[in-house]
């Protein structure tokens, strides 16, 4: 009996360096955050003042702020939204809470201009311990704000 050579078939694919591996990954994980910092600040840009102004008047309030239309949907209203972490229940007092949102109403027209939206919505969240957070939504048509003289419109 022919005792056959055996021939075991090696793999002849070409192979990469564990430090190249690594350094690919590194190289993609800065180049992710790099087009992610530079979204994020297209994105929020245009409210930093206005961002500014709300922590300086709301000290320890986390504002954040966004605005603009959904571009799916196309003539539905544009907004400016503006949330804020409050430090006790939003829903018990009405007038702080109509206070507070008359001078994020102010502080927005000063630094950002209402003039160009149709919605201002604010949203005040208490993230209590242990417990789920509990917000408030209070919503202001501009054009009322506009009739009643605290939004200048556009080009007015």
Known sequence: MNEGHRVEAGDESPRTSGKWVVLGLLVFGCLFIGVLSFYTVLHTGPFQELRNAI?????DSSPQ???GQRKIHKGSPKILRITL???DDPRD????VGEMVDRLVSLAEQHHGLGGYDILDVYLVWFR???KAVSRHEEREVRL???TGQVTPIGG
């Open 93 to 96: 007092d009405d007038q702080r």
């Open 129 to 131: 311990p242990e417990h």
């Open 65 to 67: 702020v966004e605005g």
């Open 145 to 147: 704000l506009i009739e």
């Open 85 to 87: 972490q409050v430090h």
């Open 55 to 59: 922590d300086s008047e709301f000290s």
